[in-house]
C-alpha cells in the first residue's frame, strides 16, 4: 500500500519524509562524505557526474519511470550509448537503465495494492515464436555460439520494446518520446552539415560525426560518406529516415508555431544528413515515405509548400549527390542497367543474394543458424571465385539473411511479425480516428510510413543494427495501448475496429 501510494504521489511523499530531522541528516551526511571522498583523490569528472546522475536516475525511474522509457528509446535509436563506450569510456548506459525499468514494472505488477496489469498483445506471441524459431539453430548451427550471441541479443531488444508499450502507454508520455527522438535525429543531422559545410572530416566530433571515403559513382571520385553514430552510412541513412515522417507530422501537428517551425527544422536536417550518407538505398526509402505520406495526406495544397524547401536543398547539394542518386538506376527494377555492372557494390551485392538464395534451397526447413551465413558463404564464394577465395560477408538483404539463416519456418515468422505489427498501426489509427483524435491518428500513420521505410532500405542491408526494428515494434504497440484506453474512457462512443 505504501509502495502504491509512493507510486501515485511521489512529490506529496518526498516532502513528507523531508520533514523528518533524521532524513535531512542523512542527506547532508551523504553529501558530505561523498564530496570529501571526491576531493580527497584524483576521481575522474565523469565519475563524479555518474554517481549524482545515478541517484536522479534511481529517483526518476522509481516515480516517473516513463521519463527513464522515453530516454532508453532515444539513446537507444541514436546509438549514443556505443559512442560513449567506444570514444568516452562511460559504460553502458542501456543496461542498468533495462534493469531498473525491468524491476519497477515487476513492481508495479505484483508489489502493489491494486497491480498494473502487463499489456498484452498479438505481437508478443510472434515475438516469443520468432525468439524460438532462432533457438532452433542451437542443435545444428556451425558457430552455436553466434547463435547464442544473436538469441541473447534479440532477447534484449525484445525485452526494451516490452519496456517501451508498458511504460510510454500514454499520450503525453509517447509525445515526449516521439520529440526525443526528432531532436537526438536533428542534433546529430546538424553535426553532419556542419562537417560537410567546414570539410572537417577528420574531426569527428566527439564521435557523433564519424566518416569515411567511400566510392560515390563510376563517374565521380571517392569522397567522404556520414556515418553519424553508426559505423556505415548506409545504416545511418536508415536510422535518419525513419525520423522523416515524424517530422512532417510535427509540421502538421505542431502545437505552437514554435513547435511547427522545430518541425521544419527537423526535417531539412534530416533530409541533408541523409544526402551525406550518399546511401541509394536510403534516397529510394525517402522518395517512397514521401509519397506515401503525400498520398495519405491527399494533396492539400497547403502541404505542397514544403516542395520549395526540398528544392532549396537539391539545389545546394553538392554535385556527387546527383551523381549518387543518379546511380538507382542500377538498384531500381525496371529501370535502364546498362551500369549495373562498372558498379562493385550492385555486383557484389547480386552475388550475396544468389548464395542467400541458394543456401536457403540447401537448408530449406531451418536454415544454417542465425548469424551463420557469413561462415557458409566462404564455401559458396569458392565454387564461384575458386579456392582462393576465403572472405566472410553479410546478405545485405535482412530478408534473405532471415530466410538463410532461419529457413522457411524463421522466414514465415518474420513476415508474421512484421504483417502483425503493421496491422496493429492499423488498428491504432482507425480507433484514433473513430473517437476525433485526429493528431495521434497522423502519428500512427507517421510510425507506419517510417516503418515502411525501415522495411525497404532493408531490402538492401542485413540486420547489424537490428535494434531499431525492435524500437520501431515497441512504437507499434504503445500506439495501440494509448488508443483502446482511450476507447474505453469514451464509454458514449462504442468503437469497434477489426483486429
Known amino acids: 500500500m505504501q509502495l502504491e501510494r509512493m507510486l501515485k504521489h511521489p512529490v506529496q511523499i518526498s516532502a513528507e519524509l523531508w520533514r523528518h530531522a533524521w532524513v535531512q541528516i542523512a542527506v547532508v551526511t551523504a553529501v558530505s562524505v561523498a564530496t570529501g571522498f571526491v576531493l580527497s583523490r584524483d576521481v575522474p569528472l565523469w565519475v563524479l557526474l555518474g554517481g549524482v546522475g545515478g541517484v536522479m536516475f534511481l529517483a526518476l525511474s522509481f516515480f516517473k519511470p516513463e521519463y527513464i522509457a522515453a530516454a532508453l528509446l532515444v539513446i537507444h535509436w541514436g546509438n549514443i550509448h556505443d559512442v560513449l563506450i567506444k570514444y568516452h569510456g562511460i559504460p553502458s548506459l542501456v543496461k542498468p537503465m533495462v534493469a531498473i525499468l525491468t524491476v519497477v514494472l515487476l513492481a508495479r505488477r505484483f508489489l502493489t495494492e491494486r497491480p498494473r496489469g502487463l499489456v498484452s498483445d498479438p505481437v ?51 509525445e515526449r518520446a516521439i520529440w526525443g527522438l526528432l531532436i537526438v535525429g536533428a542534433s546529430l543531422s546538424a553535426l553532419t552539415v556542419y562537417q560537410e559545410i567546414t570539410r572537417t572530416y577528420d ?20 569522397r567522404a560518406r556520414a556515418f553519424g553514430t553508426v559505423n556505415d552510412p548506409n545504416y545511418f541513412g536508415q536510422l535518419l529516415l525513419v525520423l522523416v515522417p515524424l517530422a512532417v507530422w510535427a ?41 506515401v505520406y503525400a498520398m495519405y495526406l491527399r494533396l492539400d495544397a497547403r502541404y505542397l509548400l514544403i516542395l520549395p524547401l526540398i528544392g532549396a536543398l537539391l539545389y545546394v547539394a553538392p554535385p556527387e549527390f546527383r551523381a549518387r542518386f543518379g546511380t538507382l538506376e542500377e538498384i531500381v527494377p525496371g529501370m535502364t542497367n546498362a551500369g549495373v555492372y562498372n558498379d562493385g557494390s550492385i555486383q557484389g551485392r547480386s552475388v550475396k543474394a544468389e548464395i542467400a538464395l541458394t543456401m536457403l534451397a540447401d537448408n530449406l526447413i531451418f536454415g544454417v543458424g542465425r548469424g551463420n551465413y557469413r561462415f557458409h558463404y566462404r564455401d559458396y564464394i569458392q565454387e564461384i571465385e575458386g579456392a582462393g577465395s576465403n572472405t566472410e560477408r553479410d546478405a545485405h538483404n535482412l530478408y534473405l539473411e532471415v530466410a538463410a539463416e ?45 516503418f515502411l521505410g525501415y522495411l525497404v532500405t532493408s531490402l538492401f542491408l542485413h540486420g547489424a543494427y537490428g535494434y531499431m526494428f525492435w524500437l520501431q515494434v515497441g512504437m507499434a504497440v504503445a500506439l495501440v495501448v494509448i488508443a483502446q484506453r482511450e476507447a474505453t474512457e469514451r464509454p458514449t462512443q462504442p468503437v469497434q475496429v477489426a483486429q
Open 124 to 174: 508478443i506471441w510472434w515475438m516469443l515464436a520468432y525468439l524460438v524459431a532462432g533457438a532452433i539453430g542451437l542443435w545444428f548451427a556451425r558457430s552455436t555460439d553466434t547463435v547464442m550471441k544473436q538469441l541473447i541479443d534479440t532477447a534484449k531488444d525484445c525485452i526494451i520494446a516490452v519496456l517501451i508499450f508498458n511504460l510510454l502507454a500514454t499520450r503525453i508520455a509517447f
Open 203 to 222: 574531426n569527428n566530433y566527439w564521435g557523433f560525426a564519424q566518416s569515411a571515403v567511400r566510392q560515390i559513382s563510376t563517374t565521380m571520385d571517392d
Open 251 to 291: 509540421i502538421l501537428n505542431g502545437r505552437t508555431w514554435r513547435g511547427k517551425t522545430s518541425g521544419i527544422a527537423a526535417l531539412l536536417l534530416l533530409l541533408s544528413a541523409i544526402g551525406l550518407t550518399f546511401s541509394r538505398g536510403a534516397y529510394l526509402g525517402v522518395v517512397i515515405v514521401l509519397v
Open 406 to 450: 532461419q529457413g522457411v519456418v524463421g522466414f514465415a515468422v518474420f513476415v508474421g511479425l512484421i504483417l502483425t505489427v503493421w496491422g496493429r498501426l492499423r488498428v491504432a489509427e482507425r480507433l484514433f480516428a473513430a473517437t476525433g483524435e485526429r493528431r495521434m491518428a497522423d502519428l500512427s500513420v507517421a510510425v507506419k510510413v517510417g
